[in-house]
């Protein structure tokens, strides 16, 4: 069984798209010589060239533009922006151009682009560099958004973007880049809008994304031990979401948990309680409870930012806060 | 000038065409049957009819807000263009765009923008996706001095000026950016004078001249399309209506009148026409007939947009994705 990192899925994805498909082609800050501020793309600008390898200015409102008037002309493009934090200084062409475009003009047109980011604090980076705001783009109709929490993830579903007629919004997790899993060489994609049960339980349901999904499995292995089930759902798409699996999970268990990087307030958390409280209201034995991040700025100062990220001991303190109903 | 009296009585009823559109448009509007903005283009005509007869079928475009000129200048057709201003499932786009929104993917229309700047960086997308599909393709893209204040201005030009990319940008000037004169909004005088930093060629030209126009925008859609990169064309006009037609008493709270019909005697039409004349290209009869065959055209756009049917309820839930 052959393992790659996160980092290196993304970049075998990306890679073999530029191989069967001439009109795929990167664009972003320093993804060419120096293989992007992750290393995700070390290495194609040898492999592709500079024609299809494009490191652009600082730029992002120029360059992910460019991607959308490319992509309604024939090309898709995959675009990074180094962090999410950026994308606010392009949010007019991702929100008013690539999002609308196809609806907009009445079908007319398609914008078959992604644009890769990442969210995630824990690197000491601060407020601009570490935040996790991808719920912002589930609250845009038009755009999908992809939350892979693992290799295999990260490349299937890398592969169903770049091939999708939509644009979409790959958001990636800076703690997951180093972590590693099998990967199949051969293509393969995974379907948008379809959740994995991680683990299965029968006690409490935690919807949980990205980094999350590794701190929920952890924390249900300690819950484990004093008795308590734990199921774990990845979404992996966030828009379009598997509210199926999540509901048919929440029937079943009858407590829910949702555990997200992102602020809590409006968060992806948000989303999915409502789903719970609107079409499982009657199956529920406990509140809905939501993990995620203080309303807050990401501090600097380590020991700030290790209360600030969420974590295996929230996610436990939460089913501690919900054992009364068990 | 290399132009024949074809060329010549093409321009003329393009701008014909504009003019007659916009001011049906303004008729409609006043009554009601036009529902929303309509940012008229009426005035300006000799930028788009001038820049688009240079453009082949197969060149793109991308549009302002005030984009209903340099749609009609490509080729759109007026019928769906009258369709999608009321609202109806027969437009351009199903009536979910309206008037900020005409595209025709097919005709090289990108998209009318309702964002100042928008259609920038999207026109330098295309023009990059042109050269790496080496298609020979150019691209113009229309904005006006309000936009070029703009990030998306700086980061557009630099970006095509890099890549050498078959781009022209098309700087309407119209010496306002809503109400707020150029003299408030930036400390140049010409727009083009900004190409110099980006390192691409610039120039200003009468945009009320439509010959000028043609013949400058020839030159810079030439060079693009032999692979020479951008050019920045700033072509200074006039909008003789509002900022849009709920712009009280066109625009009086911010320019005066003297203004105004100092800029109508500058009709770009009207200069055409007396070019026409005086040259022995037409006679007046046949200019005469221009507007009336423009108007039974518009007559019959009207009509075919009254006709049509409104798009059904469930439309609202389709094309969010493709």
Not at chain 1, 60 to 85: H, L, N
Not at chain 2, 33 to 58: D, F, M, R, S
Not at chain 2, 91 to 101: E, I, N, V
Request: aromatic residues 8%.
């Amino acid at each position: 069984m052959r393992e790659l990192t996160y980092a290196e899925a993304i970049r075998e994805a990306l890679s073999q798209n530029m191989e069967r498909d001439e009109r795929v082609f990167l664009m972003g800050e320093d993804i060419g010589k120096y293989g992007g501020i992750f290393q995700v793309t070390a290495g194609l600008l040898d492999k592709f060239g500079p024609e299809r390898v494009i490191d652009t200015p600082i730029s992002e409102a120029g360059f992910v533009g460019a991607a959308v008037g490319a992509a309604m002309t024939g090309m898709r493009p995959v675009v990074e922006v180094m962090f999410i934090d950026f994308t606010t200084v392009c949010m007019d062409m991702i929100v008013n151009q690539m999002a609308k475009i196809h609806y907009m003009f009445g079908g007319r047109g398609k914008v078959p682009m992604v644009l890769r980011t990442n969210i995630g604090a824990g690197r000491g980076a601060a407020a601009q560099h570490s935040q996790s705001f991808h719920a912002f783009f589930v609250h845009i109709p038009g755009l999908l958004v992809v939350a892979p929490s693992n290799p295999y993830d990260a490349k299937g579903l890398l592969n169903t973007a770049i091939a999708d007629d939509n644009p979409v919004i790959f958001v990636e997790h800076k703690k997951l880049y180093a972590t590693k899993g099998w990967v199949p060489e051969d293509y393969y994609t995974i379907p948008f809008g379809k959740a994995e049960i991680r683990r299965t339980g029968t006690d409490i349901t935690v919807v949980a994304t990205h980094e999350m999904v590794n701190r929920a499995l952890r924390a249900a292995e300690e819950c484990a031990k004093q008795g308590i089930e734990i199921e774990v759902i990845d979404p992996r798409t966030l828009r379009p979401l598997d509210q199926e699996t999540i509901l048919e999970s929440v029937k079943k268990t009858g407590r829910l948990i949702v555990a997200d990087e992102g602020p809590v307030t409006c968060g992806i958390h948000a989303e999915i309680a409502a789903l719970a409280a609107e079409k499982a209201i009657g199956y529920l034995q406990a509140p809905i409870l939501r993990v995620g991040s203080p309303d807050t700025p990401v501090p600097f100062s380590p020991p700030l930012e290790k209360i600030y990220i969420p974590d295996e001991e929230d996610i436990i303190a939460a089913v501690e806060t919900m054992r009364s109903y068990l | 000038m290399n132009i024949s009296k074809a060329q010549l009585m093409s321009l003329y009823t393009t701008m014909v065409k504009i003019r007659l559109f916009e001011e049906r448009v303004q008729d409609l509007y006043s009554r009601g049957l036009v529902p929303g903005l309509a940012h008229l283009y009426i005035g300006q005509e000799g930028v788009a009819a001038g820049v688009c007869a240079n453009l082949l079928p197969g060149d793109y475009i991308t549009s302002t807000h005030r984009g209903h000129g340099h749609v009609i200048a490509k080729g759109a057709d007026l019928r769906y263009m009258m369709a999608e201003l009321f609202g109806k499932a027969t437009g351009y786009c199903k009536g979910k765009g309206g008037s900020m929104h005409i595209a025709d993917i097919e005709m090289g229309i990108l998209g009318a923008n309702g964002i100042a700047g928008g259609g920038i960086p999207i026109a330098v997308g295309a023009a990059l996706s042109s050269k790496m599909r080496r298609s020979g393709q150019v691209t113009v893209c229309f904005f006006g001095d309000g936009a070029s204040n703009n990030g998306v201005f700086h980061e557009g030009l630099n970006l095509a000026s890099v890549h050498k990319l078959p781009v022209v940008f098309v700087c309407e000037n119209n010496f306002y950016g809503i109400s707020v004169s150029q003299r408030q909004h930036q400390a140049i005088e010409d727009v083009s004078i900004r190409a110099i930093a980006y390192g691409m060629p610039g120039a200003t030209v009468d945009g009320n001249d439509v010959l000028e126009v043609f013949e400058a925008s020839a030159k810079a859609i030439q060079r693009a399309r032999a692979g020479e990169g951008p050019t920045l064309l700033e072509c200074k006009t006039y909008r003789w209506r509002g900022h849009h037609e709920g712009d009280p008493n066109q625009g009086r709270r911010y320019r005066t009148m003297e203004e105004i019909k100092a800029w109508m005697e500058k009709c770009p039409i009207r200069r055409l026409e007396e070019k026409i004349l005086k040259g022995r290209v037409a006679s007046k009869k046949t200019l005469e007939e221009v507007w009336d065959e423009v108007n039974r055209e518009i007559d019959a756009a009207v009509q075919f947009a009254t006709e049509s049917p409104f798009p059904p309820p469930d439309a609202i839930y389709e094309n969010v994705y493709a």
